[in-house]
């Protein structure tokens, strides 16, 4: 697969999101999984018949804890994830945001309205990153976002076309518009591609929380030839905490070392969390910092995005 890099008119692409964290949690992120349908409806049968043959309805971050084949279809699921990914064949993006942070450390913050304007950054990163204007958004229903207000925003913002090398600017540089033919919300337990995006928005919020914890944990078991096997203690009811915590710090371990394996350029510990550098690449870890000293948080008098 060749990494398509010039804007197409002719194609509609599409993405599926979900969120973790919102709105009661330090740590809260957008999972973003996006690319051209075809490859999509490949890797949606994929984890189709991961939960299949696992005998799982869904696959939640939130329920990954030691359950055996809960824990196995994470596990393929970022397998698959970034398999697609590394063939260029999808992106996925993870905008997160830190609530104590300056930016949103204000009184009267409106957690709704920020939440939208996150969504329109990351809808606005992958576009560009794509090269496309044609979209089709299938967010998870449970969210709470004014879609037809994040679709009219995004409907008035200009992007550049690709740049043409070699060519010297004699004109005006031609720009875009973004059109999102169609955001349809959808029941999660219907659609894996929503499932992996909550996965990978849960594992980053996780690793936010927990990382330097993670990193001396997984430093720990260097030598030990089942690194990535997972533990598992049933039932899951009651649940053994200390188990669960060190079966997804093997899941964030596994990622990180799949990622490496094909140079995706995914750091852990630089950072104590899971953070890309360079956010052109497929998979794009996006730890969210203010841009600029004026650049707050909205607060519930203004709900403009």
């Not at 031609?174 to 928005?201: C, G, R, V």
């Not at 905490?241 to 995706?264: E, H, M, P, T, W």
């Not at 730890?287 to 004026?294: A, C, F, K």
Request: hydrophobic share 30%; aromatic share 12%; net charge positive.
């Amino acid at each position: 697969m060749i990494y398509r890099k010039r804007h197409d008119s002719r194609k509609t692409f599409s993405a599926y999101s979900d969120e973790s964290g919102c709105f009661n949690e330090r740590f809260q992120a957008i999972g973003i999984i996006s690319g051209e349908e075809r490859h999509l409806c490949k890797l949606r049968d994929e984890l189709a018949s991961i939960l299949q043959t696992k005998e799982v309805s869904e696959i939640k971050f939130s329920e990954v804890r030691t359950h055996r084949p809960k824990i196995e279809a994470a596990q393929s699921f970022v397998e698959k994830g970034v398999d697609f990914a590394q063939q260029r064949n999808i992106r996925i993006d993870v905008l997160l945001w830190d609530t104590y942070d300056k930016r949103h450390s204000i009184p009267g913050r409106d957690d709704l309205a920020n939440l939208e304007r996150m969504y329109y950054k990351a809808l606005r990163h992958i576009s560009e990153k794509w090269h496309q204007n044609n979209w089709e958004l299938y967010p998870d229903n449970g969210s709470r976002i004014n879609w037809p207000e994040i679709k009219s925003y995004l409907s008035r913002t200009r992007l550049p076309r690709q740049k043409r090398p070699n060519l010297l600017t004699l004109f005006k540089e031609e720009e875009y518009n973004i059109i999102f033919h169609k955001i349809e919300p959808k029941k999660s337990h219907d659609e894996p591609l929503i499932q992996l995006a909550d996965l990978f928005a849960g594992i980053a919020c996780f690793c936010r929380e927990c990382g330097q914890e993670c990193i001396k944990w997984l430093q720990s078991q260097k030598g030990n030839k089942q690194q990535f096997l997972f533990e598992y203690e049933e039932p899951e009811i009651p649940e053994d905490l200390n188990k669960a915590k060190q079966n997804r710090f093997r899941l964030v371990g596994y990622l990180d070392d799949i990622c490496k394996r094909y140079s995706l350029g995914v750091s852990l510990k630089t950072k104590k969390y899971l953070w890309t550098p360079d956010p052109s690449k497929p998979i794009n870890f996006w730890n969210y910092e203010s841009q600029y000293e004026g650049d707050k948080a909205p607060i519930k008098l203004n709900r403009r995005l």
